[in-house]
């Protein structure tokens, strides 16, 4: 039983914001992103990645089309310093791509940043300290001066460094991160960024970035958009600033909280692809853009190969996508249940029609757009209707069961997937299909069939093999299929049917051409029940579904 938590927790204080503007606003356009998968997300990671796996992952966000990431720390390790050497000395970097790198406010860290970024083309150099009440007064034993101090020196140490960079025409952009933000009075972090402003001398020509970090979810969403908003209405200098977020997910809202954040008027992004990060994890970025792009908006990165992005994230992390995480996921596309598939085969097949505003039920995005395939959309288990059996007999072999014939098989396809206890492939599914209705044999099956007709009358001659003996049977009837009715009623001692419906389609499998004939035949009870036959030759597969469907009423 959980304890009354009244007394060991309390509520997170509220910001005052009178007239506050980011509920009624909108998002019209993506904002700058910045992935720090090779910081944040490596830091969380139990092996960290080395300098080929990063390697390998920056080239991957390159391909995304990030213009800033973040690349390490690197101060941190010498695979961290080798790696900015790698990147700027091998010439990796795009032109248009910019590498930042994160450093505490202490001098070796920050000589050694500078060190290891020397002869980049542009690069970020990002410090942070922490200024929380509890890091304030736990982690640093410092009161609001000293921690404003710590900034202000850090900043001082980077300004005086910074023509080691700009020398050798490295074009520098400065970031500060009051770590902790979200947990900080909003006037002490106003206070402390304006004392790095008064530092860096940030101008609307030469910004600086201001990154305010939900460096663990303290609060709900709609705090941190006031914080946001708060600092974006009240710090000084505004447009000589880029607002930055940087959110993690201790409460699961981290792409809730970058959302209203960017609504509060923040112009920057921080995150990681799906999400990897400290604890819970950081912003899953991917998320962030795919939202966007599902109202229409461009969100200027490329996702439309999301599982080879998946397998790059698991080759060079050793984490894992959970099956239902946002866009990426191998489920979220994907209906079992027979309502779900119901409706998104008929919306498939209306957005066909239209092809205008995707409108499909049930997904959020056309799966296509980012590389996947409408096969995993549609799934089949114990929870799945006629529709969706329907559907994989269609996509996969091009089997177009008459609507009624729906009826009469996604039931006993049902019966069966149940006992099994397991999803069914499609091909287990046409096996279904086969079983039940072509490879039926007994009590009739066809050795031989003939039939001729003379002005509009049939005759039919054919030898079946009834019970294990072969039988010569005829009848007559205004065509092949009636003539044949009629002999098996007659000579076969078939009950009396007639034949209802009857509908063929072509199939091709491989090479070879064959029909595919669907008889549905009403009893003198009046039940009807469906067969199916396939031959290369039409007439023949009409024959052997009128047999099947006998087959299947006896
Ligand atoms: C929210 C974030 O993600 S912040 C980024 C966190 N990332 C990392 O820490 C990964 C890389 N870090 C490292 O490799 C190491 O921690 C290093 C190289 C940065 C520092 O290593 P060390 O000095 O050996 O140890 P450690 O990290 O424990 O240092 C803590 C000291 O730094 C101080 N400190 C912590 N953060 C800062 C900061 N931002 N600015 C100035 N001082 C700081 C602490 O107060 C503490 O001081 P104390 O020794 O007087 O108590
Ligand atoms: C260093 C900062 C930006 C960080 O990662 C955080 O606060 O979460
Ligand atoms: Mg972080």
Known sequence: MLKNPSSKYQPFPLVSIPNRQWPSRHLTHAPIWCS???????????VPMNVSQKLDMFDALVQCGFKEIEVGFPSASNTEFQFNRRLIEEKRIPEDVTIQCLVQAREDLIEKTVESLIGAKQVVIHMYNSTSPAQRKYVFGKSKEEIIAVAVKGAQMIKDRLHRLTAGGTKVTLQYSPESFSATEVEFAKEISEAVMDVWQPTPENKMILNLPDTVEVAMPNVYADQIEWICTNIKNRESLIISLHTHNDRGT????????????????????FGNGERTGNLDIVQVAMNLYMHGISPGLDFSDMNGLIRMYERTTGMTVPPRQPYAGELVFTAFSGSHQDAIKKGLAGYEQHKSIWDVPYLTIDPEDIGREYREVIRVNSQSG???????????????LPKDMQREFGPLANDIVDKLGREVTAAELKDMFWKEYIERETPYSLHHFHADGVDGVFTCRCSLVIN?????IAGKGNGPIAAFAQ???????????EVATYREQSLSSGTEASALAFIQIKTANGKTIWGAGVDTNIELASIKAV???VNRAA
């Open 36 to 46: 720090v998968d090779l910081r944040d997300g490596n830091q969380a990671l139990a």
């Open 254 to 273: 981290g792409t809730a909280a970058t959302e209203l954040g960017l609504l509060a008027g923040a112009d920057r992004v921080e995150g990681t692809l």
């Open 487 to 497: 002999a098996l009623i007659q000579d076969a001692g078939a009950p009396a049917f």
């Open 386 to 400: 006629k529709g969706g059996v329907a559907y994989l007999l269609e996509s996969e072999f091009g089997i177009e």
């Open 468 to 472: 294990g003996q072969e039988r010569g």
């Open 547 to 549: 047999l099947s469907a």
